[in-house]
């Protein structure tokens, strides 16, 4: 099993949510939470990584460190902004009570240089004694800007789980008014996180993560600076125990660009071999399409292509034979089509099209691999269109717009790239890829 080399992952140890996205001046700042510890969840910190492209990284170290003198334990999620004066940084700080996560978060503001080189906590917080009501679970603040005015979200329980709105006092951003419940997901039973808002004119789309489904969600509708009138809802990746815990940055043409979280899907392990554990999603462009949003894998992505993979007909069925880490797999489906992906003798991805949904099956060696049917409603009776990327032990899909993640931890080498098995396929591409150069 090939950790991933196309998608961006510290070069040992655990790392989990994307925190701080933004572009400036050429660059993509990355934040990303972090143990320096070893492969489990634990001493959360945020490490650093900047781009020019979205492909290639530098890793930076880390830049936000619990104030163990002031009894913080945790540097829990959050986003950074760009300000006329350099960067403000906003995170959710975790102190060493033994419920602090569940009742003693404080949301901790700080200043930062272009660089980040520097990053002072500069006095300032929100407490939760804003509210004039208990919340529990209080985190992730995410800061955007609309109608000229500053806005940040945050999720937690008050009777239930809800995505609360506040807006800046003035332009320090140091000071915070509370304005109400923006949002409350039906899932009452579920605690929501990583709440992110991308703006489309008058209009905005609500991401945010829910913890016991494993699932991100987003929401679309009209915004006028205290209420969001709901017009469409979604899922933002269809994977099951993988993409999670989103951030976004306005990229380098005004394009929404959003980033994830990719986790192992093992049964009772964190690490595929003990080293590493986590890695970025690829990053995609988001595009509001009516009420429902679109996705799309980033240009720069091209830059990685190594070169074309021959695919032939046999008995009237397209093959691809080769071995590789790193693929592109592109093509249109049609009816009941059906195609293996990844396959050797004894393991391989299913690619079932079945109607109305997008079936996809795992089969490896691998004993404590999550192997469940991963589904993908499928738009309209035509022509569908696939692009797949094979990076190691991660995979990413977009079919129509939409998304699914999903992890292969497959045993053997790949043999067979793509087979078509049934049914419509044509169009089929493959694309062996470089390594991404992070370093």
Known sequence: MQKPTIHFAPEKNWMNDPNGTVYADGIYHLFYQYNPDGVEWGNIQWAYATSRDLVGWKREGLRLTPDRGAGEKYCFSGCAVRTEEGFKIFYTSIGEEPDAVQHHARQLICDADERFCGIRRNGAAIEAGIHGFPVSEWRDPFVFRFRGDAYMTLAGISDVGHIFLYRAKDASLNGW??????????????????????????????????AKRNLVRYVVGTFDGRSLSVEGVGIVDRGTNCFYATNLATGAAGETVLFGWQRESLIGASSPDGTYSGCLALPRTVRLNGNRLEFSFTDGLKKLYRRALDCTQEAGKTVCRASVERVRIAFRAAGRAKAFVQKNKKERVTL??????????????????????????????????????FDGTIAEAIVDGEAVSFRFYRRGRAEIVFEQVGGAVSDVCATELNAADVR
Do not use: Q
């Open 352 to 389: 079932d099209f079945d109607g109305d949904r997008l079936r996809i099956g795992r089969e490896s060696l691998t004993e404590n691999a999550d192997e469940r049917v991963l589904e993908l409603p499928l738009r309209g009776d035509g022509a569908h269109d696939v692009e797949l990327i």
């Open 177 to 210: 008014e509370y304005l109400g419940i923006l949002f409350t997901p039906e899932e009452t039973d579920d605690l929501p996180e990583c709440p992110n808002v991308a703006v489309f004119g008058d209009r905005i789309a609500l991401f945010y993560s829910l």
